[in-house]
């Protein structure tokens, strides 16, 4: 199968990858059976983080709103109570995104391996082992849990733009936002480049070497997660989106051997 490769370093390109790869799905049906396990936990942990994000808005965070009877009062308390609500929103995005991928993963990553078979890119179809998918999901799980510590450290890091006087917000928000981006571009084109055991300076320069293109590509998939009840069906699009998005951009990194690119770096 043929891969479409007008203009592939736009953001337009890497902002519709992941709709692409929604597309790649319904037109695959064996596909089908790699996104139905992981269906099935998104869905637990999205009903989870939801339930849990609720409680704790009711239980802590009403609580902790001032109440009065002067029009301020009010004011302040729906006030409050909006950016609670958004607060608490961004809580349950997070933990159901970290969660859902980490958990997932060794699934997503052989949702990835089939795409690739299907598109002409892979090793060919392979007799299923117990062993070497418990190897292979050992590896993924590794490699998850490293971005995730990873993520969470930097975003913590970030709080601390919050004590800037006036202008620290605002550059939180965008630095956040970047950040969050570029994770979301590691995240699922990393199945396509840990498979062949390629380092991640290879994968940075390929995300660097188009900033257009993965920006667009993050943006795509952060507007997925951002629609209620896409979250649920998301991932496995994105992590298609990602591995037709690899091939389409720059499938010299894929097939050129890790020595070569070692030393060129």
């Given at each position: 199968?043929?891969?479409k490769?007008?203009?592939?370093?736009r953001?337009?390109h890497?902002?519709f990858?992941p709709?692409?790869g929604?597309?790649f799905l319904?037109?695959?049906?064996r596909?089908?059976p790699?996104?139905l396990?992981?269906g099935?936990?998104?869905?637990l942990i999205?009903?989870m983080?939801?339930h849990?994000?609720?409680r704790?808005?009711n239980e802590v965070?009403?609580?902790?709103?001032?109440?009065g009877?002067?029009w301020?009062?009010l004011?302040?308390?729906?006030?409050l109570w909006?950016v609670a609500?958004?607060?608490?929103?961004?809580l349950v995005?997070?933990?159901?995104t970290l969660?859902?991928n980490l958990?997932?993963?060794?699934?997503n990553?052989?949702l990835s391996?089939k795409?690739e078979?299907?598109?002409?890119q892979?090793?060919?179809?392979r007799?299923?082992h117990?062993a070497?998918?418990?190897r292979?999901?050992?590896?993924t799980?590794r490699?998850?849990?490293i971005k995730m510590s990873?993520f969470c450290?930097?975003?913590?890091?970030?709080l601390s733009?919050?004590?800037?006087?006036?202008?620290?917000?605002i550059?939180?928000?965008?630095?956040?936002?970047?950040f969050t981006?570029?994770?979301?571009?590691?995240e699922y084109?990393?199945?396509?480049f840990s498979?062949r055991?390629?380092?991640?300076?290879i994968q940075?320069r390929?995300?660097?070497?188009?900033?257009?293109?993965s920006?667009g590509?993050?943006?795509?998939?952060?507007l997925?997660?951002?629609i209620p009840?896409?979250?649920?069906?998301?991932?496995?699009?994105?992590?298609?989106?990602?591995t037709?998005?690899?091939?389409?951009?720059g499938?010299?990194f894929?097939?050129?051997?890790v020595?070569?690119k070692s030393?060129?770096a």
């Open positions: 199968m043929s891969l490769m007008s203009s592939p370093y953001f337009d890497g902002f990858a709709f692409r929604a597309r319904l037109r695959h049906p596909l089908w790699f996104i396990i992981p099935l936990i998104n869905t999205f009903a983080t939801v849990y994000g609720l704790f808005f965070v009403l609580t902790q709103i001032p109440h009877e002067a301020y009062w004011f302040l308390s729906y006030l909006f609500v958004l607060l608490t929103a961004v995005f997070f933990s159901f969660i859902g958990i997932a993963a060794p699934f990553d052989l391996e795409t078979q299907i598109i002409g892979g090793e060919g179809a007799a299923f117990l070497a998918f418990t292979e999901s050992l590896r799980l490699d998850e849990g990873l450290l930097g975003m913590l890091l970030l733009l919050n004590m800037i006087p006036v202008i620290g917000t550059i939180y928000g965008v630095t956040s936002t970047l981006l570029f994770f979301l571009v590691v084109t990393g199945f396509v498979r055991n390629i380092p991640f300076a940075r390929f995300i660097f070497g188009r900033p257009l293109a920006g590509f993050g943006c795509g998939v952060l997925l997660l951002a009840l896409l979250q649920l069906i998301c991932i496995p699009i994105a992590v298609v989106g990602a037709l998005f690899c091939h389409e951009q499938g010299e894929l097939t050129t051997s020595k070569e030393n060129a």
